[in-house]
């Protein structure tokens, strides 16, 4: 799973064009794509027959929430699958790990896949705590959850620090994290092989190393997805080593 995370880019018109590109031009198979779209390109994108995505989704299901849309709004959209926890949302909007259990459990109830992000910032990192942080993000988000959401569930190990920096995680750190996350999963969800992606300026000239760690399953990217012929190229690379 190469999934790219459009943040707040393209319109709807924009986003056709994008995919006439990939599809057409670059000759990607619609199954391969995984694109989280900003919510007003979801039903444009909707004809193609990727696998569409919200970066984000409201806390409840309906109710007096000016300006937020609900999980189940995304699925009749066109979506199938949803972020949750980002780290821009984390920092940028105030969501902390009981807000983000919640967008969880209201994405899984409206049949949308979710892809929970996680991730250590630099001061936690310099500090030794990564584990910690981890730990605490995965443990807090998926309590409460039935061990069968399991199988509609992919986490991204996004560093906070490399995330649009350019400071991509080595392999070997990479690894060491998704390592760590893997083993969480394991007691959590015993056996059931939660795909783990990793996320943090990931480009075409990096992305064969990252694939090649143990536990890194995929990988979740900005702004290399935003160009049709750039994101073709991690498919490509992700088809190859995967
Ligand atoms: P980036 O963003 O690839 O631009 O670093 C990744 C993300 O925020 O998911």
Redesign the pocket.
């Known amino acids: 799973m190469i999934i790219g ?1 459009w ?1 707040m880019h393209k319109t709807a018109k924009e986003t056709k064009l994008f995919l006439d590109q990939l599809l057409k031009k670059e000759h990607i198979d619609a199954d391969k794509v995984y694109l989280a779209v900003p919510f007003t390109a979801i039903h444009a994108a909707s004809g193609y027959k990727i696998h569409l995505g919200a970066q984000n989704v409201c806390f409840e299901s309906d109710g007096p929430y000016t300006g937020e849309i609900s999980a189940a709004m995304v699925k009749e959209a066109g979506a199938s699958f949803t972020l949750v926890g ?3 949302r984390r920092r940028l909007f105030g969501e902390d790990d009981e807000v983000v259990r919640k967008k969880l459990l209201r994405a899984q109830a409206a049949g949308l896949r979710v892809v929970l992000c996680v991730g250590e910032t630099l001061e936690e990192r310099s500090a030794g705590k990564e584990e910690e942080v981890l730990h605490r993000q995965l443990t807090k988000a998926l309590s409460g959850l039935e061990a069968s959401v399991g199988a509609s569930l992919a986490i ?1 190990y ?1 560093p906070v620090w ?4 350019g400071k991509v995680a080595t392999p070997a750190q990479a690894a060491k994290a998704h390592l760590f996350c893997y083993q969480i999963l394991e007691k959590i969800f015993p056996g059931q092989k939660i795909p783990i992606l990793y ?4 480009k075409a000239d990096n992305l064969g190393e990252l694939l090649k760690a143990p536990h890194i399953k995929g990988a ?5 997805s935003l160009d049709a012929a750039s994101y073709a190229a991690l498919v490509r690379i992700g088809q190859n080593v995967l």
């Open positions: 995370n943040k980002h780290s821009e991204a996004e490399a995330i649009g920096t996320g943090g300026s990931v979740l990217v900005g702004g290399a």
